[in-house]
């Protein structure tokens, strides 16, 4: 079974330049996930997706970051213009249910200068 | 709000020792993750644990979890070098969402 898969695997922008990352959950997987995980800190949620339909957003910060699952299966996370502090690893995961056990993807590293 | 804590947050062993990772959370929850992420890699799934007093090993990594007491164990035996990677615990109460502890970096010395 093939995993979760990111793209890009590393970029470096420079403060107030866009940036999108996308993510092509496993086949099935109806809940998928976007986490934030600074340099020595554990994975931070910003979006929950079921299906294509937002379940929790509420630590996204929605002036600058935006994310959508079309057709319910592939994502994209954009973030516009970018900060210094968005520099972080991105992850996204997804599950068969809210529930079930998460499979994360191998994130998408993010540098601002 | 939820708050997840671990201890240690850092954690150096000799190779052959036991020892055990705390995971203290402040919500109610009846389920409780353990996951293993290595240096620069992604977040591999240990464990998932369901209900009270539930507990699971695999090799070496043993985790239970007391929902009473709001707190999930990971037991290390007889460590390897192998094993040296950061470990995070992730509760998610009925009604909220995911929230991951800050991890404790484990690294076994030979």
């Known amino acids: 079974e093939a995993g979760v898969a990111q793209s890009p695997r590393y970029k470096i922008i420079e403060k107030r330049q866009s940036v999108a990352f996308w993510c092509n959950p496993i086949?099935?997987?109806?809940?998928l996930y976007w986490y934030q995980q600074i340099l020595g800190q554990g994975p931070k949620l910003l979006i929950q997706f079921q299906n294509n339909g937002v379940v929790d957003d509420s630590q996204l910060p929605k002036d600058r970051f935006s994310a959508e699952r079309l057709k319910g299966v592939d994502s994209t996370l954009k973030i516009q213009p970018a900060k210094l502090e968005d520099s972080a690893v991105y992850l996204c995961?997804?599950?068969?249910?809210?529930?079930?056990?998460?499979?994360f993807g191998p994130g998408t590293r993010l540098l601002v200068l | 709000e939820l708050k997840v804590e671990q201890n240690p947050l850092f954690l150096s062993m000799q190779e052959g020792k036991n020892y055990t990772i705390y995971c203290n959370y402040s919500?109610?929850?009846?389920?409780l993750y353990w996951y293993r992420q290595d240096p620069g890699k992604s977040l591999e799934s240990l464990f998932v644990l369901l209900s009270n007093g539930a507990v699971k090993q695999e090799g070496r990594l043993m985790a239970s979890l007391d929902t009473k007491a709001r707190l999930s164990t990971l037991h290390i035996t007889a460590a390897v070098h192998d094993l040296s990677a950061t470990y995070f615990c992730a509760v998610r109460p009925w009604g909220q969402n995911f929230v991951f502890g800050p991890g404790t970096r484990l690294s076994v010395l030979p």
């Open positions: 086949s099935g997987h109806a809940t």
């Open positions: 995961a997804s599950s068969l249910d809210s529930k079930e056990t998460q499979y």
């Open positions: 919500t109610t929850s009846d389920r």
